[in-house]
């Protein structure tokens, strides 16, 4: 049985070559099929690089339908019929015995990629020396001139927009922000917090205790523990209604009414004469 095994495996010794034709760099597959049974697997060495022919990967088989296949991936950097030298193969059986088919050698036509007679240009003439162009100084000292006199420009603009500051202190305050409008663009909220920072600035005026380091209660508790009679009360209820209306939705005649009440607390605040004591006296609002 082992004499017929071998007799056919001697039979399809051919290498199928792929693809066809095969040009310069292309990879090539070398197969070899054999006729054998399935409890036969292939030992395979690897092919040996050359100066025109480069392994890509390790050799690999593969069992189906009662074919072993052998498959070599190679490529090839010259053109012409190239032979490469195909090692043993090496077929073990399921008993342990083994068959050594043994290396031939596979042909490829390699197609060159270069186009058809003499590529090569012709050699051209050399050139005559360069021409040296004189240098000057000029374009520098342009570029010198312009930057110093932008730059004289650019401070000369600085120190006016500096003096604006000092020009429009001595002028009328600045209008407070118009509070019909943004209650009316639906931002209540920012309403609140500015009224909020208006009544909570006058407080730290008449009551530095109360400045604007402390919490809104801490601010409150220390409004009721110095200050004195109603006044107290009303500048508490102001600032939990401002509180309420920051960080709480409101409708906008509510946040209205809020904006007045703190408006009625912040004149009387300022209009309230200051005792020795550092408390505020009564003022009817």
Same mark, same amino acid.
């Not at 490529?75 to 031939?104: K, M, W």
């Given at each position: 049985?082992?004499?017929?095994?071998?007799?056919?495996?001697?039979?399809?010794?051919?290498?199928?070559?792929?693809?066809?034709?095969?040009?310069?760099?292309?990879?090539?597959?070398?197969?070899?099929?054999?006729?054998?049974?399935?409890?036969?697997?292939?030992?395979?060495?690897?092919?040996?690089?050359?100066?025109?022919?480069?392994?890509?990967?390790?050799?690999?088989?593969?069992?189906?339908?009662?074919?072993?296949?052998?498959?070599?991936?190679?490529?090839?950097?010259?053109?012409?019929?190239?032979?490469?030298?195909?090692?043993?193969?090496?077929?073990?059986?399921?008993?342990?015995?083994?068959?050594?088919?043994?290396?031939?050698?596979?042909?490829?036509?390699?197609?060159?990629?270069?186009?058809?007679?003499?590529?090569?240009?012709?050699?051209?003439?050399?050139?005559?020396?360069?021409?040296?162009?004189?240098?000057?100084?000029?374009?520098?000292?342009?570029?010198?001139?312009?930057?110093?006199?932008?730059?004289?420009?650019?401070?000369?603009?600085?120190?006016?927009?500096?003096?604006?500051?000092?020009?429009? %202190?001595?002028?009328?305050?600045? !209008?407070?922000? /118009?509070? &019909? #409008?943004?209650?009316?663009?639906?931002?209540?909220? *920012? $309403?609140?917090?500015?009224?909020?920072?208006?009544?909570?600035?006058?407080?730290?005026?008449?009551?530095?205790?109360?400045?604007?380091?402390?919490?809104?209660?801490?601010?409150?508790?220390?409004?009721?523990?110095?200050?004195?009679?109603?006044?107290?009360?009303?500048?508490?209820?102001?600032?939990?209604?401002? %509180?309420?209306?920051?960080?709480? !939705?409101?409708? /906008?005649? &509510? #946040?209205?009414?809020?904006?007045?009440?703190?408006? *009625? $607390?912040?004149?009387?605040?300022?209009?309230?004469?200051?005792?020795?004591?550092?408390?505020?006296?009564?003022?009817?609002?």
């Amino acid at each position: 049985m082992n004499a017929t095994l071998l007799f056919l495996l001697l039979q399809s010794s051919a290498w199928t070559i792929s693809p066809s034709p095969v040009t310069v760099g292309d990879t090539v597959y070398l197969t070899r099929r054999f006729d054998t049974t399935p409890d036969v697997w292939a030992r395979l060495r690897p092919l040996d690089p050359t100066a025109v022919m480069e392994p890509l990967i390790p050799p690999r088989w593969r069992y189906a339908e009662g074919e072993l296949t052998v498959t070599y991936a190679i490529a090839l950097f010259a053109s012409g019929r190239r032979n490469i030298a195909i090692p043993d193969i090496e077929l073990v059986h399921a008993d342990g015995h083994v068959q050594t088919i043994v290396g031939d050698t596979a042909w490829v036509d390699v197609e060159t990629v270069l186009p058809g007679g003499d590529s090569a240009f012709a050699p051209r003439p050399s050139q005559g020396p360069l021409v040296r162009r004189r240098t000057t100084g000029l374009p520098l000292a342009v570029l010198l001139a312009t930057t110093v006199l932008v730059l004289a420009v650019w401070v000369l603009f600085r120190r006016r927009r500096s003096r604006r500051p000092a020009i429009e %202190e001595q002028g009328e305050p600045p !209008p407070g922000p /118009p509070i &019909d #409008v943004w209650v009316a663009s639906g931002e209540s909220r *920012a $309403v609140a917090t500015v009224m909020a920072n208006r009544l909570r600035d006058v407080i730290a005026d008449r009551i530095p205790e109360a400045g604007r380091h402390l919490h809104t209660e801490e601010c409150i508790r220390t409004v009721l523990e110095l200050g004195s009679g109603e006044m107290a009360g009303q500048v508490a209820e102001a600032l939990r209604a401002l %509180e309420r209306a920051r960080f709480s !939705p409101a409708a /906008p005649a &509510d #946040v209205l009414e809020v904006v007045d009440q703190a408006e *009625a $607390v912040i004149a009387a605040l300022e209009v309230a004469p200051d005792e020795p004591d550092g408390k505020t006296d009564t003022v009817e609002s």
